[in-house]
C-alpha cells in the first residue's frame, strides 16, 4: 500500500479534499492527477482519543482494515487520509471494514455532492 507520509499532503487532502464521518474513523479523500498509481492511504489519531496506547491501537486497527479493503475498494490515483476516533479502539473489526467499505464507495460514487463532507441541509424550524 502507498503511503501519504508528509505534512503538505495530509494538509492538501483536508484542504481540497471529501470526507466521510463514520462512529470509528473520519475518511478525506482527494483525486490525483496520475489514475495509474495505486490509491495511497494516511493515518493519524489526535490526542483526544486518549494517551499513547489507546491511539496507536485505533491507528493500528484503521491500518489494518485498509490494508485489506483500500487495494479492492480506492480509487487509483486517490490520497486518502483516515482520521481515528474514540470509538475505532474499541469498535467491531468487522464493522470497521464495513464502514471503510461504504466510506470508499460512497466518496467514489460522488455522493459527497459537498467538497468538505457529508453534512446534511439545516432544517427551518
Do not use: C
Request: cysteine-free; charged content about 25%.
Amino acid at each position: 500500500m502507498q503511503r501519504v507520509t508528509q505534512r503538505p499532503e495530509y494538509l492538501a487532502v483536508a484542504a481540497t479534499g471529501r470526507k466521510w464521518v463514520t462512529p470509528a474513523f473520519i475518511l478525506q479523500a482527494m483525486p490525483g492527477d496520475d489514475i495509474s498509481l495505486a490509491p495511497r492511504a494516511g493515518f493519524t489519531v489526535s490526542k483526544k482519543v486518549g494517551n499513547a496506547v489507546v491511539r496507536n491501537r485505533a491507528r493500528r486497527r484503521i491500518k489494518e482494515a485498509a490494508r485489506m479493503i483500500l487495494p479492492a475498494n480506492g480509487q487509483r490515483g486517490w490520497a486518502y487520509v483516515f482520521i481515528g476516533r474514540q470509538a475505532a479502539t474499541d469498535y467491531p473489526f468487522e464493522k470497521l471494514g464495513a464502514d471503510m467499505r461504504w466510506a470508499l464507495a460512497k466518496l467514489a460514487s460522488g455522493a459527497d455532492l459537498s467538497p468538505r463532507g457529508n453534512s446534511k441541509p439545516h432544517r427551518k424550524s
